[in-house]
């Protein structure tokens, strides 16, 4: 078993400067748990509090029931995969794999064993003769994550352990991280990323961070299709969501927004009662949701400013109807090569679109 349970977790540093505050959450046996959010958010911070090599300030820590706030790092069943390799070059696969059960005194028998299961695990049995400089990056981090595998630890921890690949390299170990997740069914393991589409990808649930605290906390399609607050909204998914400013003219299980900024209206399928008429809302409708219409009824009317041809999408960039504004974004699915200069009319399924007010979802009222 290695369940986690933080509680009221903060970070301060020198007494003032506090970089996270109130902290809760559950984290089960056999989970996934990414955490994202902008840079600065206190993400990596968190989880090196939860390895013990951050002091946490207030709050408090459990694994498994037992309280680990002032136990060492070595004595917390964790072990963490970090940005960098940190492998010893001088030692082969094997020996790097070895390295801390040979610390452990583990007998030669325990250790030639722990070290070939995380060898086929990982793939790296033809490997472990070799030295790290005669790696690939992807596979020098797949020796790096075997060094934690062999400790058999509680919890896993990955702090951006694909940043320092390439693009390919990138798409090829976070396929093996997953791969590796489905073989260890009762591992916990908690990922730290800056990538959307790594925590879409691996989580069981994603924390979202922002202003100290979480903003949110689900499965990656519940933060995509039902967020709680715009932060959310516009930092899970690529391009962000448009978000228009709006104001209810038609209340009910159906409600009706007026947009001036494009001159139009559009109904949501989020229920408003009569007190809500003339509130003053911003529209959500992610980018890839717009479709065209040369209807009376649509969300936005606009010039098309840049396209951009990606060959299965294409995406449109409209001109800003103000300074101040985020330029309104359309992904259509297909080529539309010939559209740049055109004025063209957008709207979005009522099931797709999203209403917020003072920064909330309605749906979350």
């Known amino acids: 078993m290695a369940d986690l349970k933080l509680t009221g977790v903060g970070k301060t540093y020198g007494g003032s400067v506090e970089v996270l505050k109130d902290i809760d959450l559950d984290i089960t046996t056999g989970e996934l ?20 090599l951050e002091k946490i300030t207030a ?3 459990q694994i498994d029931g037992d309280v680990m706030n002032d136990v060492p790092p070595a004595q917390r069943g964790i072990a963490m995969v970090f940005q960098s390799y940190a492998l010893y070059p001088h030692m082969t696969v094997r020996d790097n794999m070895a390295f801390a059960l040979k610390l452990a005194k583990k007998s030669p028998q325990e250790i030639e064993a722990a070290v070939g299961r995380a060898a086929k695990v990982l793939q790296l049995e033809e490997y472990l003769d070799r030295l790290p400089k005669a790696l690939s990056g992807g596979q020098r981090q797949r020796v790096a994550i075997g060094r934690s ?4 630890p509680k919890v896993y921890l990955f702090d ?10 990138r798409v090829a170990t976070r396929i093996e991280i997953a791969q590796l997740k489905e073989s260890m069914p009762n591992s916990t393991m908690i990922y730290v ?40 909204a516009q930092f899970i998914g690529s391009p962000a969501m448009n978000l228009m400013a709006g104001e209810v003219v038609g209340t009910g299980e159906v409600t009706t927004v007026a947009l001036p900024e494009g001159a139009g209206t559009i109904t949501a399928n989020i229920p408003t009662n009569a007190d809500d008429m003339g509130l003053k809302v911003n529209v959500g409708i992610r980018p890839e949701d717009m479709t065209v219409t040369d209807g009376d009824i649509y969300a936005y009317a606009g010039t098309v400013n840049i396209v951009e041809a990606l060959g299965e999408v294409t995406q449109l960039y409209f001109a800003k109807s103000a300074p101040e504004h985020e330029p309104v ?37």
């Open 193 to 232: 990323t800056h990538d959307q589409v790594e925590a879409m990808t691996l989580a069981s649930r994603i924390v979202v961070l922002a202003d100290k605290g979480i903003a949110q906390v689900g499965s990656p399609l519940e933060l995509y299709e039902t967020p709680e607050n715009e932060f959310v």
């Open 33 to 52: 748990i990414v955490f994202v959010g902008p840079s600065g958010c206190g993400k990596s911070t968190l989880l090196r509090m939860i390895a013990g």
């Open 160 to 169: 951006e352990p694909l940043s320092n690949l390439d693009a390919s390299l």
């Open 149 to 152: 595998i062999v400790r058999d």
């Open 59 to 61: 709050g408090e820590l």
């Open 329 to 365: 974004i359309a992904k259509l699915q297909g080529i539309h090569t010939d559209v740049r200069g055109r004025v063209m009319k957008m709207t979005a399924d009522p099931s797709k679109v999203h209403l917020f007010a003072d920064g909330r979802s309605l749906l979350y009222r």
